[in-house]
C-alpha cells in the first residue's frame, strides 16, 4: 500500500472547503441558525490525534529493530489503515474548518461572530493536527527496503507488499 500522496489531501481539502463554503454558507443565511462550532470539536480532535499516535507506537519501535515484543501483522495492518483514514478525514475537517472561517471572517468585527472566528481556527488547527498524526503514522508503518530488493522498489508498507 504506498502511502496517501500530498496531491490527493489537498484535492480532498479543497473539495470538502468548496462544498462547505457553499452548504454552510447556505445554512448561515438560512433560519436554521448562525454556524456554531463546539469547544469539543477541537478537543475531541487532538483526543484522536492522541489515540493514533499511540497505537502506531508500537509499530515503530518494531519497525525500527525493537523487536523485544512480537507485533501481530493484522494489529500493524489495521494501524496503517487507520493511520490513512484518519489523515484522509483529518484533511477533510481542515477544508470544512476553512469554509467556516472564511464564512465568519467577513463579519469579525460583530463580538458573538468573533468568537465563532477563533474557535473555528481553533478546530482548524486541531484538524490540521489530526491530519498530521494520521501522515506521521502511516510513515512509521513503511518497512525499510530489504538488501535482497530490487534497487528501484522502495520500502513497503507492513500492511502489504
Excluded: F, I, K, N
Excluded at 497505537?55 to 515503530?60: D, I, K, L
Excluded at 507485533?71 to 467556516?100: E, I, K, Q, S, W
Excluded at 490540521?128 to 512509521?140: I, Q, S, Y
Amino acid at each position: 500500500m504506498r502511502p496517501v500522496r500530498a496531491w490527493t489531501l489537498l484535492q480532498v481539502a479543497v473539495v470538502a472547503a468548496v462544498v462547505g463554503w457553499v452548504v454552510l454558507g447556505a445554512v448561515d443565511r438560512s433560519d436554521l441558525g448562525p454556524l456554531r462550532v463546539p469547544w469539543t470539536a477541537p478537543v475531541g480532535l487532538l483526543a484522536l490525534a492522541g489515540v493514533v499516535l499511540a497505537a502506531g507506537r508500537p509499530v515503530r519501535r518494531w519497525v525500527r529493530g525493537a523487536r523485544d515484543r512480537p507485533l501481530d501483522p493484522l494489529r500493524a495492518a489495521r494501524t496503517l489503515v487507520l493511520a490513512r483514514a484518519t489523515a484522509v478525514t483529518g484533511v477533510a475537517l481542515v477544508g470544512a474548518y476553512a469554509a467556516v472561517v472564511l464564512l465568519l471572517l467577513p463579519t469579525a468585527d460583530v463580538e458573538p461572530r468573533r468568537e465563532r472566528l477563533v474557535l473555528s481556527l481553533v478546530a482548524l488547527l486541531a484538524a490540521g493536527a489530526l491530519a498530521g498524526a494520521g501522515v506521521l503514522v502511516e510513515r512509521w508503518c513503511r518497512l525499510p527496503p530489504d538488501d535482497d530488493q530490487d534497487e528501484g522498489r522502495g520500502g513497503a508498507a507492513l500492511g502489504g507488499r
